[in-house]
């Protein structure tokens, strides 16, 4: 027995170095990527100088590789330096040409992956959850069609024949990430049609403004297209959690702060209970990691897991919950928000998120920001506080699926005025989940079989 007891010990120990040491590695990572953003300008310049050289010396692939990193930074000046040098591809004639050939070759040079095999074995597994029909296409007006994820854009250049897709639909991008100096994205620069791309990040949006191209943004985002209907207050559920937690299995998602977190307010007394909620992905944590890490803080007792639930499931634990707090630095429009706002649930984000766009979804109403000097505070508040939010009313009276829908269509309708093209409405009604984009009425199914049978007929053929 002492020998096992030895053992274990010795397990621990070992897994815990390991731990404080992944922990300390990913710390420092994240400072080199995000902190001390003033003092980049420096970095900034210097890649605006390779740049420039490799532009000189032909090497146009690696140029535009390091544009799309500069931009996506979000260091100062950045956004501008990168974005002034990429038009100066569009603005010459030739370095147009050889741009968009950059474009083809890399939707041409894309290979099989463990996300895509489903799409190269059969690209009729597009339909409906990452390619939906949102209008009919006639003889008299062009329909809508939609691209979830930003990996399955370039796919489906890759696998459709888009020239004649792009004669009867108008198509519309939901990226999954924030950043969009993305060759995913700006591989659909090479078509004479519109591509409308939501961005609801007004750094994003200004990029693809400023290309003055076929790309033209609409102020959405994936977490406009949540179903009220599936996450909603359960009046007979009692809330005894303090907080929950719906993300990946992955490091970015910073459950190692929250943890630390709640480690400092249990050494005061204060002991919150926390639910997470995850899935597995192609990342570097599971949920055997997570609850180590929870073990690692001496919160485990505090902490409940739950893995690949239902939406019906992750609403009954948001029911049972008091705050949703996402604590991650940089990801792409996360949905989680808003469906805990809909099951009446505030939330509270992290101060510059992203680009650090102060979004108005987050207000009196529905949440706070905060960030690690005044985490411990904002739960507190909002705990003894609770009663002062509405994010259901809110999020029903600004971010429903039909404000989304009015928003996408006059777009829309701008252009197609603008261009002399019938435009007459009729955008339905879609929800995003997990795993892709389903219709708000099953009856929608029906409705597009037409559409989806021309769709599979501009499949190419291999």
Request: charged share 20%; glycine share 4%; net charge positive.
């Amino acid at each position: 027995m002492a020998k096992t007891f030895n053992a274990l010990c010795g397990k621990n120990l070992r897994l815990d170095i390991k731990t404080s040491t992944l922990i300390a590695t990913f710390k420092l990572k994240e400072s080199i990527r995000y902190d001390f953003v003033k003092l980049k300008v420096i970095i900034v310049l210097f890649i605006a100088l390779i740049v420039h050289t490799l532009k000189c010396f032909g090497f146009h692939c690696h140029a535009i590789n390091y544009l799309g990193r500069l931009f996506n930074s979000g260091w100062l000046m950045a956004d501008r330096i990168a974005t002034k040098l990429f038009s100066q591809y569009l603005s010459n004639p030739r370095s147009k040409v050889i741009l968009g050939t950059l474009l083809v070759n890399h939707t041409n040079n894309i290979k099989p992956s463990p996300k895509t095999n489903k799409f190269f074995a059969s690209p009729k597994q597009y339909f409906p959850h990452m390619c939906i029909v949102l209008k009919t296409a006639t003889e008299a007006e062009k329909g809508v069609i939609l691209l979830n994820y930003s990996y399955c854009f370039p796919l489906f250049v890759k696998l459709f024949s888009i020239d004649d897709v792009l004669t009867r639909y108008y198509i519309v991008l939901e990226p999954s990430w924030s950043g969009y100096f993305d060759k995913d994205i700006l591989c659909y620069m090479n078509f004479n049609q519109p591509i409308f791309v939501e961005a609801p990040e007004p750094r994003d949006y200004k990029f693809i403004s400023d290309l003055r191209s076929n790309l033209i943004p609409v102020a959405l985002g994936a977490n406009w297209w949540i179903d009220s209907r599936k996450f909603t207050p359960l009046a007979d559920v009692n809330r005894d959690v303090d907080i929950i937690m719906v993300s990946a299995w992955a490091s970015y998602k910073r459950h190692f702060s929250v943890f630390n977190t709640i480690r400092k307010l249990k050494e005061k007394q204060i002991v919150l209970k926390v639910v997470l909620i995850g899935y597995q992905m192609e990342m570097d944590l599971d949920i055997d990691s997570i609850q180590h890490l929870a073990r690692y803080y001496d919160i485990v007792d505090q902490v409940e897991c739950y893995e690949a639930l239902t939406q019906e499931e992750v609403n009954y634990h948001f029911n049972r919950s008091k705050i949703n707090l996402l604590w991650s630095r940089f990801e792409g429009i996360n949905r989680s928000i808003i469906e805990g706002m809909y099951a009446n649930v505030p939330c509270i984000l992290r101060r510059a998120f992203n680009y650090g766009y102060n979004y108005p979804y987050i207000n009196d109403s529905t949440g706070a920001f905060a960030d690690e000097s005044d985490l411990e505070q904002t739960i507190l508040h909002m705990l003894y506080n609770g009663a002062n939010y509405s994010p259901r009313q809110w999020v029903l009276e600004h971010m429903s699926l039909e404000a989304g829908i009015a928003v996408l269509e006059e777009v829309i309708k701008k252009y197609s005025r603008s261009s002399n093209d019938a435009w007459s409405g009729g955008v339905v009604r879609k929800i995003n989940a997990l795993h892709g984009t389903y219709y708000r009425d099953e009856s929608d199914y029906v409705k597009f079989q037409k559409d989806y049978g021309i769709l599979e007929s501009l499949i190419k053929q291999s």
